[in-house]
């Protein structure tokens, strides 16, 4: 019965001026509640779909829901949550923590965690630089078959860069 109250809460729009910002609010806070339910029901893939759609919408609240979920999964050690943390923290502006999380993708053989360790040790981004460093990772994204990687180890010798 609350679903049906929630679906309705989440598609229903009232267009009063004076109360539209209180119904957006209730809007969001339904909705939310809806992705809720679905994620305890374990319709997992639903809750996700509803969440997805509120952060587009710019909610702060799904968004901090979503990366929780994200934190969760990259604690119990699953390769992309690991480097999408490091994504999260390096557009918060918080280049130890993202190198800490890349590191961890990195070490579990993820190509794009590679990389961008080796973007930090390459510009000091949360660790101090070391050229040599970022040259041993280039070559494990490179290894990995991740291009990016493939073309920095390519412009290396290209350059003559006394990194080897």
């Known amino acids: 019965m609350a679903f049906k109250f929630f679906n309705l809460a989440v598609n229903e729009i009232i267009d009063t001026s004076s109360l539209k910002k209180l119904c957006n609010i209730n809007k969001e806070i339904s909705a939310i509640s809806l992705a809720d339910m679905y994620s305890d029901v374990l319709d997992t893939k639903k809750a996700s779909q509803i969440y997805k759609k509120l952060v587009d919408k710019g909610s702060l ?7 929780q979920w994200i934190i969760k999964s990259a604690l119990a050690g699953t390769v992309d949550p690991m480097y999408n943390v490091g ?11 993202a190198f800490k999380w890349y590191l961890k993708a990195a070490e579990k053989e993820y190509p794009l965690g590679q990389y961008n360790v080796r973007y930090c040790y390459k510009n000091g981004y949360g660790i101090d630089r070391d050229e040599v460093k970022a040259f041993e990772w280039d ?9 990016n990687g493939q073309y920095m180890i390519g412009l290396c010798f290209y350059e003559g860069w006394e990194i080897l």
């Open 87 to 97: 994504c999260f923290y390096k557009n918060g502006k918080d280049d130890k923590e």
């Open 61 to 67: 609240i799904a968004l901090n829901t979503v990366f």
């Open 139 to 147: 070559k494990k994204a490179a290894d990995n078959d991740y291009t």
